[in-house]
């Protein structure tokens, strides 16, 4: 079946503009991440969701970023007023509810933000 | 706190021998499930192999084992016969069951295999 997909693949976008990172998660997973990995670091977390609950933004950087999850599937997360630092690769991973005891996370290819 | 730590960040090996990836981890928690995560060129990430923390027994994938020592809260990778594919960033990661759904990833380790 399909994995988790994401869009844009790359984008570039001038410092101070919003940009929308599109994740489309692997259908019937109720639980959805999203991590943003910089030049040679590991993941950072910055979201998660899981069903209808209100989502973990614990590891947001700042209020400049927001994240969507729309029915229970399909999410968007956004920068507002990028700058400079935010350029990295932004992941989002899909996983099984908890109720069934499989952790394991499906990660999408990732979108590579480069701001200029 | 919850951290993982991978104290290599490079590695090389050369073709068909064996290499050893370590992985610590810190945490409270009595049950967590243990990850390895493959990151080559592409971007993608894949599971490699993971273990759950109540089972003894080191989880194998073909040429992937781990050597998981829960009081030493230690989690190798071992890789045998490497090949060129091998090539790649591999992360370790945790995450504990009470909570479930943060994952824990260590800063990873660049591994090539020398032809």
């Known amino acids: 079946g399909a994995g988790v997909s994401q869009s844009p693949s790359n984008k570039v976008t001038e410092k101070g503009k919003d940009v929308e990172l599109r994740c489309d998660p692997i259908?019937?997973?109720?639980?959805l991440y999203w991590y943003r990995q910089s030049l040679g670091q590991g993941l950072e977390f910055l979201i998660y969701?899981?069903?209808?609950?209100?989502?973990?933004k614990s590891g947001l950087p700042s209020d400049r970023f927001s994240a969507e999850r729309t029915g229970g599937s399909v999410s968007t997360l956004t920068i507002q007023r990028t700058q400079q630092e935010d350029s990295a690769v932004y992941l989002c991973?899909?996983?099984?509810?908890?109720?069934?005891?499989?952790?394991?996370?499906?990660f999408g290819p990732g979108t590579r933000l480069t701001v200029t | 706190a919850q951290t993982v730590t991978q104290s290599q960040p490079e590695m090389s090996v050369q073709e068909a021998e064996t290499v050893t990836l370590s992985c610590t981890y810190d945490t409270s928690e009595n049950n967590y499930y243990l990850f390895w995560y493959k990151q080559p060129p592409s971007r993608q990430m894949i599971l490699v192999i993971r273990?759950?923390?109540?089972?003894?027994q080191n989880a194998t994938e073909n040429r992937f084992s781990v050597n998981f020592q829960k009081a030493a809260k230690s989690f190798s990778l071992k890789i045998s016969d490497s090949q060129l594919g091998d090539t790649a960033m591999y992360f370790c990661a945790f995450i504990p069951t009470s909570t479930g759904n943060q994952f824990y990833f260590g800063t990873g380790t660049s591994l090539t295999v020398i032809p």
């Open positions: 259908s019937g997973h109720t639980a």
């Open positions: 991973a899909s996983s099984l509810a908890r109720s069934r005891r499989d952790y394991e996370q499906y």
């Open positions: 969701f899981q069903g209808n609950s209100a989502p973990d």
């Open positions: 273990q759950e923390a109540y089972k003894q």
